[in-house]
């Protein structure tokens, strides 16, 4: 399925109409098989969206949430994703520790991968070799075509039968944990949140270039992507 294009005034706009889109597809799914699962990124914009759940009226029972990457820092790091959301969302709404699956990022990188596969595994109750259908993933992308923590030339690009794993990022001399592009290709929905001048070159090589998110792992896409955008990318 092509991906869809919304395009707002600012990434206030943005957040706010990706907050909305995202608890009407929690609440759907809720609906229809009697519990969601969302994966969220981290990032600036993700703050102004996670703020703006924060102050909604929303039901947030039979919902797990968990993390889509995530640096290996400890969870009260200032590089945390997990510190932002909880500061942002978690602190402010009625959800039960058990429902959100964090990384466990102070722990070596491999073991912190390990425990969180095995993690996702028990929540979704996976056969082995099955990988789980989120129903919404929330993704970002970075200035370079990045999106979760899968980088351009990364060789996990070319797994896609493994559920998350470690990955190292030269340019930021730094470890990470992320889910890998089969998970990001079974999603239900994607919702990509982009905003910035300087990501619009790399958001025009989604659709521009040949299809190889080896080289463009913004590409990916899952059953449902839409791209969330603010008029700076576009203009850009």
Aim: overall charge negative; hydrophobic content about 40%.
């Amino acid at each position: 399925m092509d991906p869809s294009i919304l395009i707002f005034d600012s990434p206030q706009k943005v957040a706010e109409a990706s907050c909305d889109q995202i608890l009407r597809l929690l609440d759907q799914a809720r609906g229809e098989r009697g519990s969601a699962t969302l994966a969220v990124s981290g990032g600036s914009t993700p703050r102004i969206m996670f703020e703006a759940m924060a102050k909604r009226p929303f039901d947030w029972s039979n919902v797990q949430v968990f993390q889509v990457d995530e640096r290996c820092v400890p969870p009260d790091s200032d590089q945390s994703n997990f510190r932002m959301i909880r500061e942002s969302l978690l602190n402010s709404i009625p959800i039960g520790e058990n429902q959100f699956h964090r990384v466990v990022s102070e722990l070596a990188p491999e073991e912190a991968a390990r425990l969180y596969v095995e993690d996702i595994r028990r929540t979704f109750d996976l056969s082995p070799g099955e990988l789980p259908v989120f129903d919404v993933i929330h993704r970002g992308m970075g200035p370079d075509g990045h999106t979760a923590s899968l980088f351009p030339g990364e060789p996990l690009l070319a797994d896609r039968t493994g559920i998350a794993a470690a990955v190292y990022v030269e340019k930021f001399k730094q470890h990470r944990i992320t889910l890998l592009r089969g998970v990001l290709e079974c999603a239900r929905h994607t919702l990509c949140l982009v905003a910035g001048k300087e990501k619009a070159e790399a958001f025009s090589r989604i659709f521009l270039e040949p299809y190889d998110p080896v080289r463009v792992p913004s590409q990916i896409g899952s059953q449902d992507t839409v791209w969330y955008i603010d008029r700076a990318v576009d203009d850009g």
